[in-house]
C-alpha cells in the first residue's frame, strides 16, 4: 500500500478530532476524504504531513515508518495558505522548491513552463503582492507540485477558486494521475468528490463512516432510491410499506427503499393521493450515502446543488 | 541541516539586501562618533591658536604686568609661540572709576563679541582682598582657568611675602606651598579617566542592548508575517517547525554578525589611524583590548540567541504586533535594566549587587559587559577561575545553560503555537503543550 493509516487516533484539550482511524490509499489514485467542516479532515491530513504527530496509531509511506525525507516526496496545500508578499515569482517557487531539496538549478528550466500553463507566464519578474487573489491560487498550486512529488496532498483544493481555475487545476490533477502521481484531497463539498474521485472516505466526527472505491460504495448502495416530485403533503409516504429513510424538502423528496421494496406498488399507493410531477429511481449521491451513514443532520453539510462546482 | 540552512540564507539575505540595514551599517557609527567619540576627542584636543587675554590692572602695584609675565610661559602646543596673547593691558588710577567703569564694558562688548576670550579685572586693594580679582569670560575651558588660578595666585603669594617679613627666599616658600594636582591611577599603574570608562561600557553594552532588540524583534516580525500571510503551515510541511525556527534566528543572527564585522573593520582603520587621530591610551587599552573584545563578541552571540529565541516564542504565540507588544515590553525593560542601575554598578562594579545582577541570565550579557569594562581585566593578571575574567566566564556559562531550557522551551510552543489562527492561548494551554 503507497500510504496507509493504523488506528490513528488525536485528541485536542480533551476532545477528540480523530478517532481510531484506519485508510489505505494505494498508489496512482485519487483519493478524497469527505465530511462536513470539523470532521477532522485537517487534523488527518495535517497528521499524514507530519506536522502534527498522533497520539496513537501509526502511519507508513510505501510500507514503512515515513523517513525524514519523506517531505520532499510530499506537495501539500494546506487549507489556509498563503506565499511571501514580497519575493518575485521566480524568487519564491525556487526557495519552496529547495525547501522540498531541490537544488535551484534543476528547479530553474520548470518555472516558466508550468506558470505558462497556469498563464503567469508574463509575471515570472513579478512580486506576489502584484497577482490578483486567482493568480495567487494558481502560483500557489505551482509551488505545490514543482517539486515533482509522488503523493500531493490538498485540503480544501477547491475553496476560494473560481470556476474557471477550478477547471484548469482538474485537468492538471488529472495529468498528475495519469502521470502515475497520488492525489489526496479532502473536500466539504460531496459533489466534487463524486466528479474527481476513484477512491473516498468519509469521516465523521473523527471517525471513519465509510472508505472504498467509489464505484464500490455506489454499488453497495444499490439503485434504491427514489426521487419524488409532488404536489400535496407527502408526509405519508414515509409510513407507506418498502420506504425506509425519508429526505424530505417542500415538493421534493429522497427515499431509500428497503431490499424487498415493490416501487411500482410504491408509485401508486402515493399517486392514490397526491399528484406525482415526477418519480425517478436512481443511484444514491455521495450526499445521500453520506447522511445515511453518519446519521448527522444534514444542515451540517452543503446540499447538493447548493454549489455548483466543476 | 541544510534545510536548516536554507532558511538561514533567506532570512539573511532578506534583512542583508534591505536599504534600512545599509542605513543602519553607516549611520550608527556616525551617530556614536557625534555623539561619544567626538567630545572625548575635542576635550583632549589642543587650540592650533592662541587665546586672547585683556587685563584692567586698578591696583597700582603692577599685578596686571606680572601675571602677564606669568602666563607667558604657555607655549602653542609644538611652538615657540605664546598660548596667550595680550589684547590690551589697561592701567588705571585707583580712584579712577569713571574709566575703570568704561573699559569694562567696552570688554565685555569685546568678549560679547568673541573678539576677546578673557579679560582679568584687578581692583584697587586686590592683594589684600581676594573679591577684588576676578576674569571675565565666555568660556569654560578649564585648563585655562586652572591655569589662570594658579598664576595669579603665585603673583599675589610673592607680593603678600615680599610686604610681610618672613626671612625667607619666596621661591621656596612658593615651592613648598605650591599645589599638588593628584594624578588618579587604577591598581595596575594605569590611568583611566572616569568618564572614558563610562563611555566604553555604554558604547558595549548599547550595541549588544541596540543589537538584541532590533534583530531579536526581527524575528519575531518575521514569524508573525509568515503566521499572518499562512505561509506558515506550507513552510511545516517542507521543514520542521524547529529547522525554521533555528534558521530564523541564527539567519538574522548572521545579519547582526555582518553589520558588526562592518563596524569592528571601520574601528581597525580608525586603529591603524591611532597616531594621527591621537586617541588617548585610555580609550585604546579599552576599545582595543583583546580581553573585552573577546567577552564582548560571546555575550552578544549568546544574548542575541537567548532573546531572538524568546522573541520567536512570542511570535509563534501571538497573532499581530499589537498583540506582541504586551510581551515584548517587559522584556525590553530587563534589557534597559543595566543602564539604569548603572551607575551603582560603575561606582562599585564589585558591589554584591553587581555581582548577583551580573550573574541573571537576561541580564548578563549587558551587565557583566559593563562590570568587564570598569575592571578593564588584561588576560595575564586573572585566572580563568577567579576575578572578572572567572566571573565572566560563570555568567556566560549560566546564559549559555539558560539558552538550551530556553531553545527547548520554545520548540515545543512554537510548533504548536505557529498553527493556531486568530486566537491567542491561554497559559493552561500552552503548558500542556510543553508537557506534550
Known sequence: ????????????????????????????????????????????????????????????????????????????????????????????????????????????????????????????????????????????????????????????????????????????????????????????????????????????????????????????????????????????????????????????????LLDNADSNALLIAIAQKVTVRRFDIVEPSLYDIFIDMAKIDPSELDKPGGERHV | ??????????????????????????????????????????????SSTGEKVSIIDQSGAGIGRKFIEAISEYKLEGSDKPYYILKDLIEIEPGDDVSFNFFKDSLRTQIVDQQLKYFLVIRPEAHLLDSNIYLVTNSDNFVSLNRFERKISNVLSTMRLNASDVNISIDSVLNITRRIDLVVQDAKGEAIPFQIKYFSAIIFAGIIMGMILSYGQLVMRSVIEEKNSRIMEVLVSSVSPFQLMLGKVLGLGAATFTQIAVWVA????????????????????????????????????????????????????????????????????????PFIVGISIVQDPNSTLAIVLSMIPIMAPTMMMMRLVFIVPTLSEYSLTSGIIGEAILSLTIVVVTIVFTVWLTAKIFRVGILMYGKRPTLPEIIRWVKH
Open chain 2, 266 to 337: 571601520m574601528g581597525s582603520l580608525l586603529y591603524s589611524q591611532k597616531t594621527t587621530l591621537d586617541i588617548s591610551p585610555s580609550i585604546d587599552r579599552i576599545l582595543f583590548n583583546p580581553v573585552i573584545v573577546v567577552f564582548f563578541g560571546l555575550f552578544l552571540i549568546s544574548g542575541y540567541i537567548l532573546f531572538s529565541t524568546l522573541f520567536a516564542l512570542i511570535g509563534s504565540m501571538v497573532n499581530t504586533e499589537k498583540e506582541a507588544q504586551g510581551y515584548v515590553m517587559p522584556i525590553s525593560l530587563v534589557l534597559i535594566a
Open chain 2, 1 to 46: 541541516m541544510s534545510k536548516m540552512l536554507v532558511v538561514l540564507k533567506r532570512e539573511y539575505l532578506q534583512v542583508v539586501k534591505s536599504k534600512s540595514f545599509l542605513i543602519g551599517i553607516i549611520l550608527a557609527p556616525l551617530f556614536m562618533v557625534a555623539v561619544v567619540i567626538l567630545p572625548m576627542w575635542l576635550a583632549g584636543a589642543k
Open chain 1, 1 to 256: 500500500m503507497f500510504l496507509s493509516l493504523k488506528n490513528v487516533r488525536k485528541e485536542f484539550d480533551g476532545k477528540v478530532a480523530v478517532d481510531d482511524l484506519c485508510l489505505e490509499i494505494p498508489r496512482g489514485i485519487i483519493y478524497g476524504i469527505i465530511g462536513p467542516n470539523g470532521a477532522g479532515k485537517t487534523t488527518t491530513i495535517r497528521m499524514i504531513m507530519d506536522i502534527t504527530a498522533p497520539d496513537s496509531g501509526s502511519i507508513m509511506f510505501e510500507g514503512q515508518p515515513r523517513r525524514p525525507d519523506f517531505k520532499n516526496h510530499v506537495g501539500y496545500l494546506p487549507e489556509e495558505r498563503g506565499l511571501y508578499k514580497k519575493m518575485t515569482l521566480h524568487e519564491i517557487i525556487i526557495y519552496l522548491s529547495e525547501l522540498k531539496g531541490m537544488s535551484p538549478a534543476k528547479t530553474r528550466p520548470q518555472i516558466d513552463p508550468w506558470l505558462e500553463r497556469v498563464g503567469l507566464a508574463d509575471y515570472g519578474q513579478k512580486k506576489v503582492e502584484e497577482l490578483s487573489k486567482g493568480m495567487q491560487q494558481k502560483l500557489q498550486f505551482v509551488t505545490t507540485i514543482i517539486h515533482d512529488p509522488d503523493l500531493i496532498v490538498l485540503d480544501e483544493l477547491f475553496s476560494g477558486l473560481d470556476p474557471l481555475n477550478m477547471e484548469l487545476i482538474k485537468d492538471i490533477i488529472l495529468d498528475l494521475k495519469r502521470a502515475g502521481k497520488t492525489v489526496l484531497f479532502s473536500t466539504h463539498v460531496m459533489e466534487q468528490a463524486e466528479k474527481l474521485c476513484d477512491n473516498i472516505c468519509m469521516i465523521s466526527n473523527g471517525k471513519k463512516v465509510l472508505d472504498g472505491r467509489l464505484a464500490d460504495v455506489r454499488a453497495q448502495f444499490g439503485k434504491n432510491s427514489v426521487q419524488l416530485e409532488i404536489d400535496g403533503d407527502g408526509h405519508f409516504i414515509r409510513s407507506l410499506p418498502g420506504v425506509g429513510d425519508v429526505s424530505e424538502f417542500s415538493n421534493y423528496l429522497e427515499l431509500q
